[in-house]
């Protein structure tokens, strides 16, 4: 990485983690009230929504990243649109999130390697992390996290 560049970064919660997105990915945070559930789909997909008249995706990240406590008793979502491209085509998906929580400019020379030994997540999902108020942030690789298997289906 360059040391001297920065990068910008959407903070959102997950239970009690921390994790970043870059916001070259992120092109909005909603909050959305009906989810529609989709047959045949891996449990980590949750359905999809109506956003601004076209169909998004919308998946459950406390399925994705294995987290045991999914149930959630809230009548909206608070969701990250991102834009991923998908076998050469751009498409937009929503990842439901606890909480967002900033958006917060690093220098790339303060963000760290994760051993996959010091890891609790998939390291194929992590590109790097980095401390803030004495909290680890887990910076996620979208291409990776959503790959091409889990949403052919839904584009």
Known sequence: MNENSNKTYVIFGI???????????V????EINNITPVPNTPPHILGVTNFRGNILPVISSKIKFGFTDVESENIAFVVLVLELEIEKRKAKIGLVVD???????????????????DSKFNPEYLEGAFKRKDKYVYILNAQKVFAVRDLQLMV
């Open 27 to 30: 092109s909005e945070v909603i």
């Open 99 to 117: 909480d967002v929580s900033d958006v917060f400019k690093i220098s790339t020379s303060e963000i760290n390697n994760v051993p996959a030994s």
């Open 15 to 25: 239970q009690s983690e921390l994790f970043a997105l870059s916001t070259e990915m």
